[in-house]
């Protein structure tokens, strides 16, 4: 099984709908980050989340992190066409005695006009 | 500012050529990531070098090699390519690995066409 799964893996929504994306992890976390990929492009950072209860804002997306349940929801506020894309969470956690960094499974968003 | 760059951008390569993907960090990042993502798909970790050692290995099938030099940048090289290797390469750079809690910051990746 997958250590960090997100979910939905796809969401369809209408825009200016909100919507939220989850990423939860098998292992202790240690450094939480969200990323966008826009369809055939690079893979952007969005934000990073170290501290459990931490909440940061990037324009109409806010994301947290619940360390006692080592996970992060990613929430999209009125989304736009322009949010369409993949999201990736990736973690910095703990294997067999090494930190090793992983990709989440992925959410496909689309937004429509 | 400097970003993460990656040559060629675009690659056509035929059945059993090989190809060399190449990847130059941000200025004194000492980490490289390097991923595959094919058509439709997630992108998958191939293998990555901290301080010019593999640090980590994923997916790489035994045809790729890939090392990082002196000056931190980062060479994929593929052999005996396969239609199946068509996809887009992404190279990612970070200060440090692990437990840095470093973000990757990634290139706008190769797309290789094997015909």
């Known amino acids: 099984s997958q250590e960090l799964e997100q979910s939905p893996q796809s969401l369809i929504v209408q825009e200016g709908k909100n919507l939220t994306i989850n990423c939860t992890s098998s292992?202790?976390?240690?450094?939480l980050y969200w990323y966008k990929q826009k369809y055939g492009e690079g893979l952007i950072f969005l934000m990073m989340?170290?501290?459990?209860?931490e909440e940061k804002s990037h324009e109409k997306i806010t994301a947290k992190l619940d360390e006692k349940k080592q996970q992060s929801s990613l929430h999209i506020t009125a989304s736009q066409p322009s949010h369409a894309g993949i999201y990736l969470c990736?973690?910095?956690?703990?294997?067999?005695?090494?930190?090793?960094?992983?990709f989440g499974t992925g959410t496909r968003l689309k937004v429509l006009a | 500012a400097a970003g993460v760059i990656q040559s060629p951008r675009h690659l056509i390569k035929e059945k059993r050529e090989t190809a060399t993907l190449k990847c130059y960090p941000i200025?004194?990042?000492?980490?490289v990531y390097w991923y595959q993502q094919g058509p439709g798909q997630d992108p998958q970790f191939l293998i990555s070098?901290?301080?010019?050692?593999?640090?980590d290995k994923g997916s790489i099938p035994d045809r790729f090699s890939a090392q990082q030099f002196s000056d931190y940048h980062s060479e994929l090289n593929m052999s005996s390519l396969e239609l199946g290797d068509s996809a887009l390469y992404f190279c990612?750079?970070?200060f440090g690995t692990g437990s840095y809690n470093s973000p990757l910051h990634f290139g706008n990746g190769t797309r290789l066409t094997v015909t």
């Open positions: 990736g973690a910095d956690i703990e294997a067999s005695g090494t930190y090793k960094y992983i």
């Open positions: 989340l170290q501290k459990g209860g």
């Open positions: 200025p004194r990042h000492d980490t």
């Open positions: 070098f901290y301080e010019k050692m593999q640090s």
């Open positions: 990612a750079s970070s």
């Open positions: 292992k202790t976390l240690y450094g």
